[in-house]
């Protein structure tokens, strides 16, 4: 049987195959095959499938058949690598019905924790390894990767790849891929906590969620090495998975299209260096918010004080500690179609936090003089330019809850206020239910008890209704 080398053929045919190739979203090889097929075969036949010869080796990246949703997860050279065999199963597992199909490039540590075919015997498709590999260069094959595919999830992230990313690197085919994309990208680092607590792996998380990287965990728990715990280990493949899954989702929500600003958690004021005023909240209603708006397809934006709850997925998470950082992200976030204000935000700061630690002195309690905090809500309600089109406020209230509400939405010149019973006995800060009383300048109505998912749910649908101009 002749071969054929493509690299050998004129230039001129070289050109016009590329074009071609590229008119129909496939490698020039794939393109070759494709017209051979239809030469030698009668129109009727399907395609051949690779031959076991062809499965050892990497494929050509081609482009996603129509309804394919394609996934390429960059794993990394840490321990939690062999979860990410599992991932690879449980990502094909979750997106059957949309014919999910999961390419893999492993860095060459990662070869040292998983190997390219085990990687690739779950895939269904053989691995990527090299950069510089002349079988997939021909045509920029990490070009083509960083392309051809609707998401990019790098799991372990490790913090190498972290600083690479963060730091514009592209030394090998991982990073190559990452630098050429401009498909979103998700991360699931992994590493020692040390590793994680480092300020430079905090400088480039930082970093790489203001350059729109999403990021899901690490967790908290077992560390790999004996005795070791803390905050560093890889989400669980089925965390990953469901945050793929809502990444992928077309945009077709409710809000698709639209922006949403929402502010989470409580604020902290400092009192000297070891101390602090803050309260209860625990961010859990704004978070549920964030992650059905972002379910429903918005851009989401979460302004969060310090909580201790993963981000949700999909959306840009901005953290802060006091209600001035929480302001000033605010504004850097508008314009926005909706802002939610559910973070518990601070009244007061301590006028003048001291520098050293405040000690006992005889006896004698220290005074505190405190200096109100900026009214965030309000800021945002009054704004002559860039308000968005609704602004809406919580009201954590312990008596005359409807009353309260009504006399917050006049004050503060928003359109509507959830407002919630927070007295101790109800549970309701810091725990997973809600009960509310919601007010608009003509209405008020009480909500049931229900869940903080729930409420989250029912606010998204009431948003989207108004937005489209709905009458409720
Ligand atoms: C046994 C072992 C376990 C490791 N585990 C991790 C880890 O969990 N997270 C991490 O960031 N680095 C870990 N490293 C270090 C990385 O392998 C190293 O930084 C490597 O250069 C990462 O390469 P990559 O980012 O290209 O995959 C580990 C190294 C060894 C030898």
Redesign the pocket.
Known sequence: MASLTIRKLEDDLKHRLRLRAARHGRSVEDEVRTILREVAEPASESAPSRTPADKTKPPRATASAPGVARVLLI??????AYKSLDLIRRLKERGKDRNLAVRVVL????Q??VTPLSAGAIAGEAAFTDLFDPAGEFDVGHIRLARECDLIVVA???????A?LAGGHAN?L??AVLLATDKKILLA????PQ?WSNKATQRNLAQLKADGIAVIGPNEGEM?EAGERGL?R?AEPLEIAAAVEAMLKPQTGMLAGKRVLITSGPTHAPIDPVRYIANRSSGKQGHAIAAAAAAAGAEVVLVQGPVNLPDPPGVKVVKVQTARDMLAAVEAALPTDVAIFAAAVADWRMAEPQRQKIKKSGGKAPELPLAENPDILVSVARRKSKRPTLVIGFAAETENVTRNARTKLAAKGCDWILANDVSPQTGIMGGDRNTIQFVTATDAQSWPPQSKDDVAKMLIARIAAALAGVKS
């Open positions: 794993v990394g050279g840490g321990i939690a860095t060459k540590a990662a040292e924790f372990p992230a490790t913090a190498d790849l972290m690479k090998d991982a990073t680092p992994a590493m020692n590793m790999a560093g890889m």
